[in-house]
């Protein structure tokens, strides 16, 4: 079997607050334990790969929240997965994009089922944020969708 990387995408998903930017972490559960933000793998179904549209599916299936402005940051990066993960066979790890995504500040709405990916999420402010995530590549993509929003 040949062994690939799976085209996903990361979104950083803020809202604008009277005490500025929050962005939205979520408590991983499934296959590891940590924070990070959004993200997934994307689908041919019948959207092209890269677009608003699978940004928007993206957020709206991990969050429940509707984006209302995508920007791409034509960031891309790829990582190795620690270990196997037995519902993605013949995949070594993740080739991503990175994205931002607006939102209004609401209830999250997290899948709950026993096979749910996150199991709690938290609004933070970006110190906040940069010191719970648990990967450095997600570290990084934060700081540079910070940087453009502080232009």
Same mark, same amino acid.
């Given at each position: !079997?040949?062994?690939?990387?799976?085209?996903?995408?990361?979104?950083? &998903?803020?809202?604008? %607050?009277?005490?500025? *930017? =929050? /962005? $939205? *972490?979520?408590?991983?559960?499934?296959?590891?334990?940590?924070?990070?933000? #959004?993200?997934?793998?994307?689908?041919?179904?019948?959207?092209? *790969?890269? %677009?608003? @549209?699978?940004?928007?599916?993206? &957020?709206?299936? =991990? %969050?429940? +929240?509707?984006?209302?402005?995508?920007?791409?940051?034509?960031?891309?990066?790829? /990582?190795?997965?620690? @270990? !196997?993960?037995?519902?993605? #066979?013949?995949?070594?790890?993740?080739?991503?994009? +990175?994205?931002?995504?607006?939102?209004?500040?609401?209830?999250?709405? $997290?899948?709950?089922?026993?096979?749910?990916?996150?199991?709690?999420?938290?609004?933070?402010?970006?110190?906040?944020?940069?010191?719970?995530? %648990?990967?450095?590549?997600?570290? @990084?993509? $934060?700081?540079?969708?910070?940087?453009? $929003?502080?232009?």
């Amino acid at each position: !079997m040949k062994k690939r990387y799976r085209k996903s995408v990361f979104v950083v &998903v803020y809202c604008k %607050t009277k005490k500025g *930017i =929050e /962005y $939205l *972490i979520l408590k991983r559960k499934l296959h590891w334990r940590g924070w990070e933000f #959004p993200k997934g793998g994307v689908e041919g179904l019948k959207e092209k *790969i890269f %677009t608003k @549209k699978a940004i928007k599916r993206e &957020v709206k299936e =991990e %969050t429940g +929240l509707e984006a209302i402005q995508i920007k791409n940051m034509h960031v891309s990066g790829k /990582y190795n997965y620690k @270990k !196997m993960l037995k519902d993605r #066979p013949g995949i070594i790890g993740q080739k991503y994009r +990175l994205y931002a995504a607006e939102v209004k500040k609401g209830k999250v709405n $997290l899948n709950k089922n026993h096979d749910a990916e996150h199991s709690d999420y938290k609004w933070v402010s970006f110190d906040k944020a940069i010191k719970k995530l %648990t990967w450095p590549n997600q570290r @990084k993509c $934060l700081k540079i969708v910070n940087s453009w $929003l502080k232009k």
